[in-house]
């Protein structure tokens, strides 16, 4: 059968005129529905772990835009979770974890074939999204790189400069090699399980990966990510790989290869010359709109949209924001943004 979802024949390498287009974090706190389903739900985690509810959210950005893909409503984080690392989330601040930083924190936790027992909800959810989204929509799973991962985990919150995590992994690499080794199974049944309930594409954040220098942004983020993506094409032939190793830089160049990914997503601290020429002859490649422009608006909107598909138009291409759209942006910005991309505007 001919392929017939924008997003999935531009992830095997099609040009298409028009790139298909999503937008990270495009169920989320911008949109009035998206706050109005959060509050029925109560707080953030209710909310990822009820299908109904999550699958609304999700749906939301589809029914209002038209996207090209839909992303799970869920978490990075709720895979620590699943491993048994508590997790809550400080209003107005973000995540908290309890920190697990030493062998015996490590050795407690959870078998990764426990991880089911607290992620069902996410994989109905999907379940729900495979029968109620439009034909043409694709559907993207997702789960946190191993190294991004870990940085919330040995630091049982967000950091600035992920320095608990890079003290770990200098002063104890047993331990912290050991946190990624787990993380990096988890992840592959984790991801494995979303495929079966109906993800069709499945994408892995590195949103730390730009603090890893020299020798150690190949080991701690690129090797555990081709793990996984090599693990999943094993058992699902033809899954479609996604990997965003988050402010990379000049190291976008040669990624595709060196995570065996589809599409290489890239963030706005690279131009999209520089990328249609050092990365995009590798594969398929997604970004790279600044997300400030969706609360500024405007020519320079449209401008820089304009001149972010030019550039990526003679090779496969999806269009997206370099990083998640904040809750500040304007709704009526991002309808601008499609316009012009689908040269409606
Ligand atoms: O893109 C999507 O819409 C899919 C759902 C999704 C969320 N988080 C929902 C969410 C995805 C793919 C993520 C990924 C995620 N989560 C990352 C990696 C991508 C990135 O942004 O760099 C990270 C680092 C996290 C961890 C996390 N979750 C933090 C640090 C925070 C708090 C910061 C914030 O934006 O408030 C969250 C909360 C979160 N995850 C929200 C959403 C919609 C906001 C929750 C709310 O409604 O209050």
Redesign the pocket.
């Known amino acids: 059968m001919t392929e017939t979802k924008a997003l999935l024949r531009a992830l095997a390498g099609e040009v298409l005129p028009t790139p298909p287009i999503w937008m990270?974090?495009?169920?989320?706190?911008y949109l009035p529905e998206y706050r109005e389903t959060?509050a029925q739900a109560g707080d953030?985690l209710s909310l990822c772990y009820a299908p109904d509810l999550a699958a609304e959210v999700t749906l939301q950005p589809i029914r209002r835009y038209g996207f090209d893909a839909a992303?799970?409503?869920?978490?990075?984080?709720l895979l620590p979770q699943a491993l048994g690392a508590k997790l809550w989330?400080e209003p107005g601040e973000?995540?908290r974890l309890d920190p697990v930083t030493t062998a015996e924190e490590l050795a407690a936790l959870r078998p990764t074939a426990a991880i089911h027992d607290t992620l069902g909800p996410v994989y109905d959810t999907l379940q729900i999204l495979t029968r109620e989204l439009p034909a043409e929509t694709a559907l993207i799973g997702?789960a946190?790189a191993p190294w991004?991962v870990a940085t919330y985990m040995i630091a049982g919150r967000?950091t600035p400069d992920q320095g608990p995590a890079h003290k770990l992994r200098v002063e104890d690499e047993a331990t912290f090699g050991g946190i990624i080794e787990r993380l990096t199974e988890a992840t592959v049944e984790y991801l494995s399980a979303q495929v079966e309930a109906g993800a069709e594409v499945v994408k892995l954040?590195d949103?730390w990966a730009g603090s890893l220098e020299g020798d150690s942004f190949e080991r701690w983020s690129l090797a555990p990510m081709r793990e996984i993506t090599a693990a999943l094409k094993a058992r699902h032939p033809g899954l479609p790989v996604i990997a965003f190793p988050?402010g990379a830089g000049t190291r976008f160049e040669g990624a595709h290869e060196a995570i065996g990914a589809d599409c290489i997503a890239l963030d706005d601290g690279v131009t999209a010359d520089w990328a249609a020429a050092h990365v995009q002859p590798a594969g398929c490649v997604q970004g790279n709109l600044a997300s400030r422009h969706m609360v500024t608006g405007g020519e320079a909107l449209v401008d820089e949209t304009k001149a972010i598909v030019k550039a990526f138009s003679k090779g496969p291409h999806i269009f997206n924001l370099g990083?998640?759209i904040t809750p500040d942006a304007d709704p009526e910005n991002v309808a601008l943004m499609i316009e012009t991309i689908r040269g409606t505007a």
């Open positions: 990270m974090r495009q169920a989320g706190r959060r953030f992303i799970l409503f869920a978490d990075i984080l989330f973000g995540p997702f946190g991004t967000g954040f949103s988050r990083h998640g």
